[in-house]
């Protein structure tokens, strides 16, 4: 794996870190394919129930590196850096794991686009997030612009996207788009979070991630059709009968993923 990813476990929590702190952990091709390779083996790893994506030094990301950026010089090499930046997004949606960005000082331009394409968003109190994208006359990408869209009111998006302002976390949370604010160091922070997902049931949150993802999709023929279908196979799983058995035993259940 390159130089410009880092990655661990930590008990079933897989850790992935930007690392290019001396470019503020702005995106190049060989990070975004760090990234992918990343959270694709923490996806082929059955140890791994929760993945957190954070970056190296003082802030999560600065967005697309400036310096790659002014040498596409034509619509080939633009349109292969925006296929494999993009593939950091479809990965993260498409993971049967969820993803949590842990996010400290700002995550801005395509950094705001990954902090928010994660299942959950953790940020500490002082971090900011940056819609920077006008600020060299070009619009959000890697699906920020619907992200925003899809949780805010269109007003909002629109001055969060043409302003380019700092979103403070606090507001980013008001708003529905981070889920815990945190003083403590962010990482760990967002370890504690995990605690539902480690604990939780591996299969049916699977299921949630992906139903949740595709809701705005589906009539609601198709998701009843579909929630029939899954919920059908997850009662004849061993995490449905732990589950059952652990209440009558008054106890917390232990789910394998089975």
């Avoid at 394919?33 to 083996?41: C, I, N, P, Q, W």
């Avoid at 990301?61 to 080939?76: C, I, M, R, W």
């Avoid at 949370?173 to 889920?179: E, L």
């Amino acid at each position: 794996m390159t130089d410009a990813v880092k990655y661990e476990k930590k008990d079933a929590i897989a850790l992935i870190k930007m690392n290019r702190p001396e470019k503020r952990n702005a995106l190049s091709i060989v990070m975004a394919r760090g990234l992918v390779e990343a959270l694709t083996d923490a996806e082929k790893d059955s140890d791994i129930k929760a993945v957190i994506i954070s970056g190296e030094g003082k802030i999560f990301s600065a967005g697309g590196d400036l310096e790659v950026l002014h040498t596409l010089d034509n619509s080939a090499k633009i349109m292969e850096y925006m296929k494999q930046a993009l593939e950091i997004i479809q990965t993260i949606r498409d993971l049967d794991k969820y993803v949590i960005s842990a996010v400290h000082g700002f995550a801005a331009g395509a950094g705001f686009s990954i902090a928010v394409a994660a299942d959950f968003v953790v940020a500490k109190k002082d971090a900011a997030f940056l819609c920077s994208f006008t600020d060299v006359g070009i619009i959000p990408d890697l699906g920020l612009v619907k992200k925003l869209t899809d949780n805010l009111p269109s007003a909002v998006a629109k001055e969060w996207i043409s302003s380019g302002r700092p979103v403070s976390a606090e507001e980013a949370y008001r708003r529905g788009i981070v889920n815990r604010v945190t003083e403590d160091e962010v990482v760990e922070a967002a370890i504690d979070y995990a605690g539902f997902i480690v604990n939780g049931p591996p299969l049916a949150n699977k299921f949630v991630k992906h139903m949740v993802n595709y809701a705005d999709e589906w009539s609601s023929g198709t998701n009843d059709l579909q929630e029939t279908a899954i919920q059908t196979l997850l009662l004849q799983t061993e995490d449905n009968k732990e589950g059952i058995q652990s209440f009558f035993d008054k106890r917390k259940p232990s789910f394998k993923g089975k």
